[in-house]
């Protein structure tokens, strides 16, 4: 576990930023917060690998819930902030791996 801006963020080798064994670019800089358990992890894989308990989606009527959290500024997102803010913090620009669109489907529900 490594505190980011205060935060607990679960996984292997998370850095400040949040990023993780399993992604480390410049732009890996987002936690996600597991509605199966209520904690942050930098990405699935991390998830699976130190739970103790398998993961669940965030339901499509939780999008108002503050489930993301910003590695670089430490703002937490909104489900709904997230997917629509183009791969890029609200708060404070940071720019946010766009390849991670592509998992959306083990992190929210449709």
Request: proline content about 4%; charged content about 30%; overall charge negative.
């Amino acid at each position: 576990m490594t505190l980011v801006h205060g935060i607990d963020v679960h996984g292997i080798d998370v850095d400040a930023e949040t990023r993780c064994a399993h992604y480390d670019t410049e732009r890996d800089v987002i936690a996600i917060r597991f509605p199966c358990c209520d904690e942050y992890f930098p990405c699935f894989r991390c998830h699976d690998a130190v739970a103790d308990h398998p993961r669940e989606t965030w339901a499509k009527d939780e999008r108002d819930t503050e489930a993301v959290l910003c590695g670089v500024c430490g703002s937490e997102l909104t489900i709904a902030e997230y997917l629509g803010c183009e791969s890029q913090c609200s708060e404070c620009d940071a720019e946010f791996n766009p390849g991670c669109s592509n998992h959306y489907e083990l992190y929210f529900d449709g």
